[in-house]
């Protein structure tokens, strides 16, 4: 063992032997270190000085019994040389610094991928664990058009909005957006949860992206799990979009710990009878932005970074970057399969693409009622003053111009 040893510093063995026998317990870990100013400390205190603190009985018979501690610790050292597993403490470099600023950070990371993704620009996106099919498309647009604009994606690896998003991120024509995503586990590091998630697991590390859990390895699911998950969800992320979510949804539990650690919370909007939406239309009342288009996040994100900080750095002049960032009206950027621009003005921090179409002057009041969810000709026509025969032909040109789709007798952008 000595060789697995070595990997790490005596301090960092401490801290995993505090997390061991406090059972991944944050409000003891941070008591522990509090009232000894180090894991090596507290490590080496005595049982009845621990007892004093008010420390748990089960975490006093664990210390206790320190042999069985040490075993562990050496079981994870040989899992993290074998390559099954990295490890990130709060006191390195490479751990990322946004979960330094909530008030409960874990002392130690498990990861699995690309560690580098955790110290990117993220956005959560999270939801419903069975979305309807329009939420799973909106999900995994958003995601798609969000990693291709340079963000990392962050979620919880949950069945329905939580793969979708994780799905969309991954999917991307160009390689050079590919993995840009960020699981968060419920579980310990080697427990794949749920079961049929191999394949996602494998696909988010195979391309790029990184996965995490503050939770010891072999830890199962447990109902109490998930929540702690949910805050570093929010914790490393700018943001959390909430695409669909009832009342009594763990999303609102993220977009809660979003707002408590002073970010933006956004929510998209759905059918008023529509009681999985329940959950957004909440959030919506009770202040959280809404948004129909992922643009409108990065617009309101965009103040958060500094230039360094920013997804992408413009080559350009400061005149030519105005710009670029400032995209016309009659100027549509297209983004392999993504919910399309508004052609609103928006200003975005997105690379300039080599894809923009330019869109005729007297087809932009019809193309500017279009949206990504579909209307049908009665429905245009009520809200545009034109014969039907000139809104068909209008409707024809944009679709020859590739910018909307018919989808069952709806017109949409694409």
């Not at 505090?18 to 059972?23: D, G």
């Not at 690309?114 to 069975?130: C, E, F, N, P, T």
């Not at 996965?211 to 799990?225: A, D, M, Q, R, V």
Request: charged residues 15%; negative net charge; contains cysteine.
């Amino acid at each position: 063992m000595t060789a697995v040893t070595s990997l790490l510093s005596a301090e960092q063995r401490a801290v995993l032997a505090l997390w061991t026998e406090v059972n991944a317990s944050l409000s003891a870990y941070h008591k522990l270190i509090s009232a000894f100013g180090s894991a090596g400390l507290a490590w080496n205190a005595k049982v009845e000085a621990w007892r004093q603190l008010g420390i748990h009985s089960t975490h006093l018979k664990r210390h206790e019994q320190p042999e069985q501690t040490l075993t562990t610790i050496d079981k994870i050292q040989q899992a993290w040389l074998e390559g099954k597993y990295g490890l990130l403490f709060a006191d390195q470099p490479d751990y990322p610094a946004q979960l330094l600023e909530i008030y409960d950070p874990p002392p130690v990371l498990f990861y699995r991928g690309d560690k580098a993704r955790l110290q990117q620009a993220q956005i959560a996106i999270v939801g419903s664990r069975k979305p309807t099919a329009h939420a799973q498309k909106t999900t995994f647009d958003m995601a798609q058009y969000l990693a291709q604009a340079g963000y990392i994606i962050t979620s919880g690896l949950a069945l329905g909005v939580d793969k979708r998003a994780h799905l969309g991120a991954l999917t991307q024509v160009d390689a050079e957006y590919q993995g840009r995503t960020v699981g968060v586990m419920g579980t310990g590091i080697d427990v794949n949860y749920p079961n049929h998630h191999d394949k996602l697991f494998s696909q988010i590390i195979d391309q790029g992206g990184c996965i995490i859990s503050e939770l010891l390895p072999h830890t199962l699911p447990h109902k109490h799990t998930f929540p702690r998950r949910n805050r570093l969800v929010a914790g490393l992320s700018l943001a959390t979009i909430v695409t669909e979510a009832t009342i009594q949804s763990g999303s609102l539990i993220t977009a809660r710990l979003t707002s408590e650690q002073g970010k933006q919370v956004f929510a998209i909007p759905s059918h008023i009878d529509n009681s999985n939406a329940e959950g957004c239309h909440h959030l919506i009342r009770e202040g959280a932005t809404l948004i129909y288009h992922p643009q409108q996040v990065i617009e309101d994100i965009t103040n958060q970074l500094s230039y360094d900080n920013r997804p992408y750095h413009s080559t350009h002049s400061t005149e030519s970057s105005s710009a670029n960032n400032c995209l016309s009206s009659k100027t549509i950027t297209t983004i392999s399969n993504p919910i399309a621009p508004n052609g609103q003005s928006p200003q975005s921090n997105l690379k300039p693409s080599s894809n923009a179409i330019l869109i005729p002057e007297h087809l932009m009041p019809v193309y500017e009622q279009l949206d990504w969810r579909g209307q049908d000709l009665d429905g245009l026509l009520n809200t545009i003053e034109m014969t039907p025969a000139q809104l068909i032909a209008q409707l024809m040109e944009l679709e020859l111009l590739g910018v909307i789709s018919v989808q069952g007798g709806r017109y949409l952008r694409v």
